[in-house]
């Protein structure tokens, strides 16, 4: 901390004096003026010049401005005077005396030991302030758990940390407050870079120079990002290689080198070299990265162009954002209206992304690329090996590679380890929102272009006819029955019902239409995911995903029972929901009275008819004008009530999405 002022008077000794003979200059920005500065060390004897001369003995400048080499660390380079921090002065007047240069002494060579011992520094720093939101203990109180082992990286003598080093402080500030931010033509600028307006990522030959790297290592207690990006000025001046590093969910710290416009090798091998050293892998050969043990592994960005312009000169080229102006009349139905905002909802899916402890900070929703999911999912298949003890892998391990693929915010505690089923399955669930949230936040890119209605934009990505049923109609009429009925308790409001026509669907249900035995059943799931399956409809997990979870293999989930479907809608922060009705192809049916894992129906069926307990009474079934049946009877047990089956609710499950035709979708609210 910067010392305050004193202010001498008549009494005030010769030993006060302990500048006198030095003379200062200034070159950078510190936390006073350079008017500021000077007056304090005339103060303590000290001369002042306002550039660097023969008198001159101490020039006070930053890592930045040495960095640079400008004219006065130029000057002062060739003329051997010192060139030290604004911690000089600091410490000088602390200790009322004038303290060796040697620790406050700063060369080209520091950076990267100020990074690392910053990096440090920023984790105590968070350290101490965790501590101090928790209540003290008795003093008889034990600890809970063994200290954390600490690291044994060999530590070096330190210098004294200078406070005015143009770095980013820790922040303990975990806002979920999240903007979806789209760049053209490629990333987006770090926030913490000082001049973040006035440069872009540069990009050439379509090769964009950004990179995120992230590390977790549960026995060490790390969960730590690295961000690196080649920067140019739009005016062409400079490039800067910017670094921000630091604790998930945390600002961290940053740190910048700068290049002059014309000097692109120089700063391209400061990038390359600091991606080296971050990794163990060389940048020209990332395509055939490999994860080194105790080095950062890359997480993939998805930073799709919005325009095929290969020209590079074109692309280094400042392209201010069109400004789209969206008409405010909007011709929807109103309740059309309700519906696309709740699905659409951004920070809606931004809860439910913090509740499951994805950083979002720095992964702007829909960021994380298709490939890094398909990373975490394979992750998570590893573990379950584990779990079912087909592997002897360690979980630690295991759970360190998926949080380090799939970034998350722990604060200060340590990441826990992936060790059930149940926390299998909710990573498994945040993955499946992860990839139809990439869905929503394209289409919603996609939205922006047209100067359409906002509302009309998003309704037209969806390629999807969406009619409101009047309450009044027969159909509203059944489906509030088959609500009523098949969810006894806390029977959830409905908002509205809507008809619904996929575009293509149809066509394809066509081809199984045939196969007979078909019924109205209820599918459902979060609301984060309504987006991705009304534009692209119900999807079978990919071969990456685990098993856990799929009773009956990888299929579509289907059921009679609407409080058994209604299980899987929960979304954070809201009572909103929906729920989907697909007219669906059974065709001849497996009995399952057990679990049975499959990847395709059994031989000779065409679907899985897992046995349940209870049942829609059949006496009360109804016949569709389209010849389809509806379950709508109150809840009674089945005649499978006495025997061994393992579900309580019949579940139905076809291994093609060509046999389900979605129908209707229901607005909810819960009770």
Sequence with gaps: MPPKKRVLDTNDSAQDQFFKGLCFSFSGTFTKTHTELSSIVKQYGADYSKTVTA????????????????????????????????????????????????????????????????????????????????????????????????????????????????????????????????????????????????????????????????????????????????????????????????????????????????????AFAEFCAKFKEKTGNHWDNRANFVKVKGKYDIVELDYSKNDDDDDEEEEQEEKPAKVVQHKKECNLDDRVQSLIKLIFDVKMMEKTMVEAKFDIKKMPLGKLSKNQIKKGYAVLKRIEAVLDNKSKENLNDLSSAFYTAIPHAFGMSVPPTIRDKNTLQSKMDMLESLADIEIATTLIKESEKSESNILENYYAQLKTKITPLEKDSEEFKNITTFMKNTHPNNTPQIVNVFEIQREGEKERYEKTKHLGNRKLLWHGSRLTNFVGIISQGLRIAPPEAPVSGYRFGKGIYLADIAQLSSVYCRTAGTSDFCMLLGETALGKTFDAVKDTYMEKPQAGSHSTFALGKIEPDPQADVIHKDGYSIPLGKIVDSKYKNQNVSCREHQYVVYNVDQVNLRYLLQLKGN
């Design 55 to 266: 008198k001159v003995t101490h020039l006070v400048s930053t890592i930045q401005d040495v960095q640079k080499g400008n004219s006065a660390i130029i000057k002062a380079t060739s003329a051997g005077i010192h060139i030290v921090s604004e911690l000089y002065i600091n410490k000088s007047i602390e200790s009322l005396k004038k303290l060796e240069e040697k620790a406050y002494i700063i060369t080209k060579d520091d950076e990267e030991e100020e990074e690392e011992e910053e990096e440090e520094e920023e984790e105590e720093e968070e350290k101490v302030v965790e501590k101090k939101k928790v209540a003290p203990k008795k003093k008889e109180e034990k600890p809970a758990a063994k200290p954390l082992p600490k690291r044994t990286a060999p530590k070096r003598k330190k210098k004294p940390k200078d406070p005015t080093k143009k770095t980013a402080r820790s922040e303990t500030d975990t806002s979920n407050h999240v903007t979806v931010k789209f760049i053209k033509g490629g990333a987006p600028v770090d926030k913490e870079f000082f001049d973040k307006d006035n440069c872009h990522v540069y990009s050439k030959g379509g090769e964009i120079y950004d990179v995120t790297l992230n590390q977790t290592e549960i026995s060490q207690n790390n969960n730590k990002f690295y961000i690196l990006q080649l920067l140019f000025a739009n005016n062409g001046s400079q490039f800067h290689v910017f670094t921000r590093w630091g604790r998930e969910g945390l600002k961290g710290l940053s740190n910048y080198k700068s290049f002059s416009g014309s000097n692109f090798n120089g």
